[in-house]
Protein backbone atom coordinates (compact mmCIF):
# COMPACT_ATOMS: atom_id res chain seq x y z
CA UNK A 1 0.00 0.00 0.00
CA UNK A 2 1.51 3.44 -0.57
CA UNK A 3 1.55 6.55 1.19
CA UNK A 4 -0.16 9.88 0.58
CA UNK A 5 -0.06 13.28 1.90
CA UNK A 6 -3.47 15.85 1.34
CA UNK A 7 -3.20 19.69 1.70
CA UNK A 8 -5.58 21.73 3.44
CA UNK A 9 -8.60 23.49 1.84
CA UNK A 10 -8.05 27.01 3.43
CA UNK A 11 -4.52 28.23 1.61
CA UNK A 12 -1.78 27.63 4.35
CA UNK A 13 1.47 29.75 3.69
CA UNK A 14 3.57 28.00 1.93
CA UNK A 15 6.26 27.93 4.29
CA UNK A 16 4.03 25.65 6.55
CA UNK A 17 3.50 23.06 3.73
CA UNK A 18 6.91 22.89 1.99
CA UNK A 19 8.87 21.42 5.02
CA UNK A 20 6.07 19.06 5.07
CA UNK A 21 6.19 18.19 1.72
CA UNK A 22 9.72 18.05 1.94
CA UNK A 23 10.15 15.80 4.85
CA UNK A 24 7.52 13.35 3.43
CA UNK A 25 9.52 12.95 0.33
CA UNK A 26 12.54 12.18 2.49
CA UNK A 27 10.74 9.35 4.15
CA UNK A 28 9.12 7.56 1.40
CA UNK A 29 5.35 8.81 0.88
CA UNK A 30 4.49 8.12 -2.65
CA UNK A 31 2.21 11.58 -3.20
CA UNK A 32 0.32 14.69 -2.67
CA UNK A 33 -2.54 15.76 -2.89
CA UNK A 34 -4.07 19.20 -3.73
CA UNK A 35 -7.32 20.55 -2.56
CA UNK A 36 -9.50 23.18 -3.85
CA UNK A 37 -12.99 24.46 -2.50
CA UNK A 38 -13.77 28.05 -2.98
CA UNK A 39 -10.28 29.44 -2.01
CA UNK A 40 -7.17 28.43 -3.04
CA UNK A 41 -7.11 26.61 -6.41
CA UNK A 42 -5.74 22.88 -6.27
CA UNK A 43 -3.12 23.70 -9.12
CA UNK A 44 -1.02 26.29 -8.52
CA UNK A 45 0.77 24.88 -5.08
CA UNK A 46 1.64 22.07 -7.12
CA UNK A 47 3.07 24.16 -10.07
CA UNK A 48 5.79 25.21 -7.06
CA UNK A 49 6.41 21.86 -5.31
CA UNK A 50 7.25 20.63 -8.86
CA UNK A 51 10.27 22.79 -8.42
CA UNK A 52 11.34 21.97 -4.80
CA UNK A 53 10.64 18.26 -5.16
CA UNK A 54 12.49 15.47 -7.23
CA UNK A 55 10.57 11.90 -6.59
CA UNK A 56 6.80 12.57 -5.18
CA UNK A 57 3.52 12.70 -7.10
CA UNK A 58 1.65 15.56 -7.14
CA UNK A 59 -2.08 14.79 -7.81
CA UNK A 60 -5.50 17.13 -7.66
CA UNK A 61 -7.88 15.89 -5.01
CA UNK A 62 -10.09 17.44 -6.77
CA UNK A 63 -10.01 19.90 -9.76
CA UNK A 64 -13.48 21.11 -9.80
CA UNK A 65 -15.29 19.86 -12.92
CA UNK A 66 -17.43 22.96 -13.59
CA UNK A 67 -14.65 25.74 -12.76
CA UNK A 68 -12.72 24.68 -15.85
CA UNK A 69 -13.46 23.21 -19.61
CA UNK A 70 -12.36 20.16 -20.64
CA UNK A 71 -9.74 21.72 -22.48
CA UNK A 72 -8.29 24.00 -19.94
CA UNK A 73 -8.04 20.85 -17.38
CA UNK A 74 -6.14 19.08 -19.98
CA UNK A 75 -3.76 22.02 -20.74
CA UNK A 76 -2.93 22.35 -17.04
CA UNK A 77 -2.56 18.50 -16.70
CA UNK A 78 -0.28 18.56 -19.56
CA UNK A 79 1.80 21.70 -18.39
CA UNK A 80 2.12 20.12 -14.80
CA UNK A 81 2.86 16.78 -15.95
CA UNK A 82 6.16 18.43 -17.79
CA UNK A 83 6.76 20.44 -14.82
CA UNK A 84 6.79 17.54 -12.74
CA UNK A 85 8.30 15.36 -15.15
CA UNK A 86 5.76 12.86 -15.33
CA UNK A 87 4.88 12.86 -11.26
CA UNK A 88 0.88 14.52 -12.02
CA UNK A 89 -2.41 12.87 -10.89
CA UNK A 90 -5.31 14.54 -12.23
CA UNK A 91 -7.88 13.99 -10.20
CA UNK A 92 -10.87 15.37 -10.75
CA UNK A 93 -14.69 15.86 -8.89
CA UNK A 94 -18.01 18.02 -9.40
CA UNK A 95 -18.14 19.38 -5.85
CA UNK A 96 -21.18 20.29 -4.53
CA UNK A 97 -24.71 22.29 -5.73
CA UNK A 98 -24.14 25.11 -3.49
CA UNK A 99 -20.39 25.40 -4.30
CA UNK A 100 -21.41 24.55 -8.52
CA UNK A 101 -24.29 27.05 -8.88
CA UNK A 102 -23.12 29.66 -5.74
CA UNK A 103 -19.51 30.23 -6.46
CA UNK A 104 -18.80 29.18 -10.18
CA UNK A 105 -22.74 30.22 -11.24
CA UNK A 106 -22.61 26.63 -13.29
CA UNK A 107 -25.79 23.99 -13.46
CA UNK A 108 -25.40 21.33 -11.18
CA UNK A 109 -27.55 18.91 -13.48
CA UNK A 110 -26.69 15.83 -14.96
CA UNK A 111 -23.48 14.86 -13.30
CA UNK A 112 -23.12 11.41 -14.43
CA UNK A 113 -22.71 12.53 -18.12
CA UNK A 114 -21.01 15.61 -17.31
CA UNK A 115 -18.58 13.73 -15.82
CA UNK A 116 -18.50 11.15 -18.97
CA UNK A 117 -17.98 13.72 -21.39
CA UNK A 118 -15.81 15.67 -19.63
CA UNK A 119 -13.82 12.80 -19.12
CA UNK A 120 -13.61 11.68 -22.73
CA UNK A 121 -12.84 15.53 -23.93
CA UNK A 122 -9.78 16.19 -21.18
CA UNK A 123 -8.14 12.09 -22.12
CA UNK A 124 -8.30 12.81 -26.22
CA UNK A 125 -6.84 16.04 -25.58
CA UNK A 126 -4.12 14.87 -23.32
CA UNK A 127 -3.44 12.20 -25.82
CA UNK A 128 -3.30 14.75 -29.34
CA UNK A 129 -3.23 11.75 -31.81
CA UNK A 130 -6.02 14.20 -33.39
CA UNK A 131 -7.96 17.23 -33.68
CA UNK A 132 -10.82 17.18 -30.92
CA UNK A 133 -13.98 16.65 -32.08
CA UNK A 134 -17.33 16.26 -29.77
CA UNK A 135 -21.11 15.83 -30.33
CA UNK A 136 -22.33 15.37 -26.82
CA UNK A 137 -24.88 16.43 -25.08
CA UNK A 138 -23.73 18.61 -22.62
CA UNK A 139 -20.16 19.32 -24.84
CA UNK A 140 -19.89 20.28 -28.01
CA UNK A 141 -16.57 20.69 -30.13
CA UNK A 142 -16.68 22.83 -31.73
CA UNK A 143 -19.39 24.87 -29.96
CA UNK A 144 -21.83 24.99 -33.19
CA UNK A 145 -24.88 26.25 -30.08
CA UNK A 146 -26.08 30.19 -29.63
CA UNK A 147 -23.98 32.55 -30.04
CA UNK A 148 -21.77 30.63 -32.17
CA UNK A 149 -19.80 32.33 -35.05
CA UNK A 150 -20.03 29.13 -36.83
CA UNK A 151 -16.29 29.66 -38.29
CA UNK A 152 -14.51 27.30 -35.29
CA UNK A 153 -12.57 24.48 -36.57
CA UNK A 154 -11.85 21.13 -34.50
CA UNK A 155 -7.95 22.03 -32.67
CA UNK A 156 -5.44 20.22 -31.32
CA UNK A 157 -2.84 20.47 -28.93
CA UNK A 158 -0.01 22.75 -29.70
CA UNK A 159 1.86 20.66 -26.91
CA UNK A 160 3.13 17.09 -27.16
CA UNK A 161 2.37 16.12 -23.74
CA UNK A 162 5.36 14.02 -22.03
CA UNK A 163 2.48 11.25 -21.37
CA UNK A 164 -0.38 10.63 -23.94
CA UNK A 165 -2.26 9.37 -21.13
CA UNK A 166 -2.02 10.96 -17.58
CA UNK A 167 -3.80 8.74 -14.81
CA UNK A 168 -7.26 10.32 -13.79
CA UNK A 169 -8.80 9.77 -10.22
CA UNK A 170 -12.63 10.74 -9.66
CA UNK A 171 -13.90 11.83 -6.50
CA UNK A 172 -17.32 9.94 -5.98
CA UNK A 173 -19.54 9.11 -3.11
CA UNK A 174 -22.89 7.92 -4.73
CA UNK A 175 -23.48 5.04 -6.04
CA UNK A 176 -23.96 5.63 -9.87
CA UNK A 177 -21.30 8.59 -10.13
CA UNK A 178 -19.19 5.27 -8.00
CA UNK A 179 -20.00 2.73 -10.78
CA UNK A 180 -19.01 5.58 -13.13
CA UNK A 181 -15.77 5.61 -11.72
CA UNK A 182 -14.86 1.99 -11.98
CA UNK A 183 -15.88 2.34 -15.89
CA UNK A 184 -13.52 5.17 -16.73
CA UNK A 185 -11.59 6.51 -13.70
CA UNK A 186 -8.06 4.78 -12.98
CA UNK A 187 -8.69 5.96 -9.28
CA UNK A 188 -11.13 6.37 -6.94
CA UNK A 189 -10.45 9.69 -4.27
CA UNK A 190 -12.93 8.54 -1.41
CA UNK A 191 -14.09 10.53 1.79
CA UNK A 192 -15.34 7.80 3.81
CA UNK A 193 -13.90 4.61 3.72
CA UNK A 194 -13.45 2.04 5.98
CA UNK A 195 -11.83 -1.92 5.60
CA UNK A 196 -14.62 -3.61 7.64
CA UNK A 197 -17.24 -2.57 5.24
CA UNK A 198 -15.17 -2.92 1.98
CA UNK A 199 -17.31 -5.15 0.51
CA UNK A 200 -20.15 -3.02 0.57
CA UNK A 201 -18.98 0.18 -0.01
CA UNK A 202 -16.83 -1.45 -3.26
CA UNK A 203 -20.00 -3.00 -4.78
CA UNK A 204 -21.41 0.01 -6.94
CA UNK A 205 -17.45 0.56 -8.08
CA UNK A 206 -17.21 -3.39 -8.55
CA UNK A 207 -20.54 -3.20 -10.80
CA UNK A 208 -18.77 -0.49 -12.94
CA UNK A 209 -15.33 -2.14 -12.89
CA UNK A 210 -17.55 -5.61 -14.65
CA UNK A 211 -19.53 -3.24 -16.76
CA UNK A 212 -16.65 -2.21 -18.31
CA UNK A 213 -14.98 -5.23 -18.63
CA UNK A 214 -11.94 -3.88 -16.75
CA UNK A 215 -10.27 -5.70 -13.53
CA UNK A 216 -10.67 -4.31 -9.79
CA UNK A 217 -6.13 -3.87 -10.05
CA UNK A 218 -7.26 -1.18 -13.05
CA UNK A 219 -9.18 1.21 -10.52
CA UNK A 220 -6.82 2.70 -7.73
CA UNK A 221 -8.74 3.38 -3.90
CA UNK A 222 -7.28 6.41 -2.63
CA UNK A 223 -9.24 7.26 0.71
CA UNK A 224 -8.37 10.53 2.38
CA UNK A 225 -9.09 9.56 6.21
CA UNK A 226 -10.07 12.68 8.61
CA UNK A 227 -7.08 12.73 11.42
CA UNK A 228 -7.36 13.54 15.30
CA UNK A 229 -4.42 13.51 17.43
CA UNK A 230 -5.46 13.12 21.31
CA UNK A 231 -3.99 11.79 24.03
CA UNK A 232 -6.82 8.80 24.23
CA UNK A 233 -9.06 7.29 21.48
CA UNK A 234 -11.59 8.57 23.50
CA UNK A 235 -10.28 12.62 23.51
CA UNK A 236 -9.93 11.68 19.35
CA UNK A 237 -13.71 10.41 18.90
CA UNK A 238 -14.70 13.54 20.87
CA UNK A 239 -13.05 15.62 18.59
CA UNK A 240 -14.60 14.26 14.89
CA UNK A 241 -17.82 13.34 16.46
CA UNK A 242 -19.38 16.90 15.31
CA UNK A 243 -18.18 16.76 12.36
CA UNK A 244 -19.90 13.86 11.74
CA UNK A 245 -22.75 14.15 12.91
CA UNK A 246 -22.80 17.48 10.31
CA UNK A 247 -21.76 15.14 7.47
CA UNK A 248 -24.42 12.03 8.57
CA UNK A 249 -27.32 14.39 9.39
CA UNK A 250 -27.28 17.52 7.10
CA UNK A 251 -30.25 17.42 4.78
CA UNK A 252 -30.70 20.36 2.56
CA UNK A 253 -33.64 21.08 0.72
CA UNK A 254 -34.39 19.11 -2.18
CA UNK A 255 -31.63 17.44 -1.70
CA UNK A 256 -29.54 14.20 -0.87
CA UNK A 257 -27.27 13.36 1.42
CA UNK A 258 -24.76 10.53 0.35
CA UNK A 259 -22.61 10.52 3.39
CA UNK A 260 -26.20 9.58 5.00
CA UNK A 261 -26.46 6.80 2.31
CA UNK A 262 -22.73 5.65 2.80
CA UNK A 263 -23.45 5.05 6.39
CA UNK A 264 -26.55 2.92 6.16
CA UNK A 265 -24.55 0.65 3.50
CA UNK A 266 -21.86 0.06 6.67
CA UNK A 267 -24.43 -0.91 8.66
CA UNK A 268 -25.41 2.05 10.46
CA UNK A 269 -28.93 3.01 9.46
CA UNK A 270 -30.17 2.97 13.13
CA UNK A 271 -27.74 5.52 14.64
CA UNK A 272 -27.39 7.74 11.10
CA UNK A 273 -32.04 8.01 10.97
CA UNK A 274 -31.88 8.85 14.29
CA UNK A 275 -28.47 11.81 13.51
CA UNK A 276 -30.59 12.96 10.45
CA UNK A 277 -34.08 13.24 12.66
CA UNK A 278 -31.81 15.14 15.32
CA UNK A 279 -30.55 17.49 13.30
CA UNK A 280 -34.07 18.00 11.59
CA UNK A 281 -35.11 18.96 14.78
CA UNK A 282 -32.62 21.32 15.93
CA UNK A 283 -30.68 18.92 18.61
CA UNK A 284 -27.28 18.92 17.27
CA UNK A 285 -26.08 18.15 20.74
CA UNK A 286 -28.75 14.88 21.01
CA UNK A 287 -27.23 14.66 16.99
CA UNK A 288 -23.74 14.70 18.08
CA UNK A 289 -23.69 12.39 20.76
CA UNK A 290 -25.38 9.86 18.29
CA UNK A 291 -22.77 9.37 16.04
CA UNK A 292 -21.29 5.96 17.21
CA UNK A 293 -17.95 5.08 18.85
CA UNK A 294 -17.56 2.00 16.23
CA UNK A 295 -18.09 4.32 13.26
CA UNK A 296 -15.68 6.95 14.42
CA UNK A 297 -12.87 4.24 14.93
CA UNK A 298 -13.77 2.69 11.35
CA UNK A 299 -13.52 5.71 9.35
CA UNK A 300 -10.60 7.19 11.00
CA UNK A 301 -7.47 7.90 12.84
CA UNK A 302 -8.08 8.77 16.01
CA UNK A 303 -6.48 9.04 19.60
CA UNK A 304 -2.11 8.41 20.35
CA UNK A 305 -0.13 7.90 17.51
CA UNK A 306 0.47 3.96 18.93
CA UNK A 307 -3.45 3.44 18.93
CA UNK A 308 -3.28 5.57 15.21
CA UNK A 309 -0.35 2.43 14.31
CA UNK A 310 -2.99 0.15 15.51
CA UNK A 311 -5.56 1.12 13.19
CA UNK A 312 -3.68 1.88 10.02
CA UNK A 313 -2.85 -2.28 10.28
CA UNK A 314 -6.11 -2.70 9.37
CA UNK A 315 -5.95 -0.70 6.35
CA UNK A 316 -2.56 -2.49 5.18
CA UNK A 317 -4.84 -5.33 4.67
CA UNK A 318 -7.42 -3.77 2.56
CA UNK A 319 -7.81 -3.44 -1.07
CA UNK A 320 -7.08 0.25 -0.49
CA UNK A 321 -4.21 1.55 -3.27
CA UNK A 322 -3.20 4.71 -1.51
CA UNK A 323 -4.03 6.22 2.15
CA UNK A 324 -3.98 9.79 1.83
CA UNK A 325 -3.31 11.62 5.31
CA UNK A 326 -4.17 14.98 5.75
CA UNK A 327 -2.56 15.84 8.51
CA UNK A 328 1.36 18.03 9.26
CA UNK A 329 2.69 15.34 11.85
CA UNK A 330 5.80 13.96 10.66
CA UNK A 331 5.92 11.52 13.84
CA UNK A 332 2.67 9.61 12.14
CA UNK A 333 3.81 9.90 8.30
CA UNK A 334 6.68 8.08 9.68
CA UNK A 335 4.81 5.24 11.34
CA UNK A 336 2.10 5.24 8.46
CA UNK A 337 5.05 4.68 6.17
CA UNK A 338 6.96 1.60 8.24
CA UNK A 339 3.56 0.13 8.49
CA UNK A 340 2.06 0.72 5.52
Not at 19 to 30: F, S, T
Not at 223 to 243: F, S, W
Not at 245 to 251: D, E, I
Amino acid sequence: MRLGLALGYGGEPIEQVLPIVEHAERIGVDSVWSVEEYGPDAVSVLGYLAARTERIGLGTAVMQIPARTPAATAMTAMTLDVLSEGRFHLGLGLSVPWIVEGWHGQPYDRPLRRTREYVDIVRAAVAREERVRYDGEIHQLPYRGPGSSGRARPVRSEMTPLRPRIPLYLGAIGPRNLALTGEIADGWLCGLYAPEHEKALTAPLDEGIARAGRSPEDVAICPIPYVAHADTVEEGREALRPLFAHLLGAVGPGGRNTYFDVALSMGYEGAARDIRDRMADGDKPGAVAAVPDRFLEEVALLGPIPAMRDRLAAWRESRVDTLILLDRDPGLLEVAREVL
